[in-house]
Antibody, heavy 113, light 112 residues
């Protein structure tokens, strides 16, 4: 069974940093591209970033480009999202997804002073 | 960016009724490999999104055949025949052809 478990969220002040993790199990992690997607409270879905299976291809939404960094460690079956210079508008539930077909349960990030 | 416009924003249905949701893109979603990367997802209340359909009309494993997708280029439709209680939630279309990937605004399916 495919499982994706996010962690690392919490309350953080504007301008600070946070690193999210997503541990994968139940499939060969190194074979799949991975996405981060977020959902602000009461709002729709917003794609954040993508990384290919071997990290050769990385793409970001303009809203996070230059502030967020997606990465992965295939030996640890783990996907990361390093978030810096956080803003109130980054407050959201962050999901990792294998492609688009399998999603984690999400981790909440709240940016507030 | 490709704008995905979903209509209607909400639908009130009775169990057993059939419904359709429209998703229109601002650009053609036909990719250079000739595939069309249009997905439909359902987010049930309090749950993570779940993909139902990919490449316009292909059902994900375990998705009932009451769900069907159709369309081409810029105009797509999700049809649910004989709505069941478990189908309630917010439906999103998602294009995977162009960067950045973009979602429709969602269609909330509620019980009448």
């Amino acid at each position: 069974e495919v499982q994706l478990v996010e962690s690392g969220g919490g309350l953080v002040q504007p301008g600070r940093s946070l690193k999210l993790s997503c541990v994968a199990s139940g499939f060969t992690f190194s074979n799949y591209g991975m996405n981060w997607i977020r959902q602000a409270p009461g709002k729709g879905l917003e794609w954040v970033a993508y990384i290919s299976s071997g990290s050769s291809y990385i793409y970001y939404a303009e809203t996070v480009k230059g502030r967020f960094t997606i990465s992965r460690d295939n030996a640890k079956n783990t996907l990361y999202l390093q978030m810096t210079s956080l803003r109130s508008e980054d407050t959201a539930l962050y999901y990792c997804a294998r492609g688009w077909e399998s999603w984690g349960q999400g981790v909440m990030v709240t940016v507030s002073s | 960016d490709v704008v995905m416009t979903q209509t209607p924003p909400s639908l009130s249905v009775a169990i057993g009724q059939s419904v359709s949701i429209s998703c229109k893109s601002s650009q053609s979603l036909v990719a250079s490999d000739k595939n069309t990367y249009l997905n439909w997802l359902l987010q049930s209340p309090g749950r993570s999104p779940k993909r139902l359909i990919y490449q316009v009309s292909k059902l994900d494993s375990g998705v009932p055949d009451r769900f069907s997708g159709s369309g081409s280029e810029k105009d797509f439709t999700l049809k649910i025949s004989r709505v069941e209680a478990e189908d309630l939630g917010v439906y999103y279309c998602l294009q995977g052809t162009h960067l950045p990937r973009t979602f429709g605004g969602g269609t909330k399916l509620e019980l009448k």
